[in-house]
């Protein structure tokens, strides 16, 4: 049975599915669906996403989508290293601006599900870093949104340095998430 566990934000999930190691490799289930809702995480998964930063230091965040086209994700790396984000940015919510931060590797297999209502984002910590995710809507592009990795109210602490030349034009310029109306109540 994969481990579940509820993050300091406990609607964030930190999934370790199991390894079955034999002397090929190994075999691992990375989503099953009964098992997963079991665990907490009941989503309506329609797309998978896979995205390779060459450079460490690639920051790519903090993303989101507006209602009605927000999306949960179960995120994962399939190479490489990566510190992984999640932003509850739900107006109201108790722990509004609160963050969590989790390690994500391929050498461990965890996940992260980040719920609707939260700003996902990343930097990766190895050259040639893979990720892997499921995303609960489809990419809309007039509801994408992105807010600044650096923004004070939030206060991220990334675990080593962003390598400016590898943001994306998007989110180089992107607001302060007080100058963006998210449209998440809570
Ligand atoms: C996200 C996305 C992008 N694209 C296209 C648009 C663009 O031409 C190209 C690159 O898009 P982006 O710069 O937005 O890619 P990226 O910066 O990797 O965006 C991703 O970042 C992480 C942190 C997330 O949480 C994801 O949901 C997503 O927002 O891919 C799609 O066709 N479908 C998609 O679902």
Redesign the pocket.
Known sequence: MPRFTRLALPEVIEVVPDRFADPRGFFSEVYNRAVWREGGIDADFV?D?H?L?RQPGTL??????TPPMA?A?L?RVSRGRAFDVAVDIRAGSPSYLGWVGVELSAERGNQLF?PEGF????LTLEPDTE?L?K?SA??S?PH?R?IRYDDAAIGIRWPAPVDPDAL?P??RDAPALAATDTGFVY
């Not at 700003?119 to 990343?122: I, P, V």
Request: hydrophobic content about 35%.
């Open positions: 797309q996403n995205s930063s790519r965040g903090l993303h989101f989508q999306q994700k995120v980040i700003a996902h984002g990343f990720f995710y995303v489809a990419w592009r994408d992105s994306s998007k989110d």
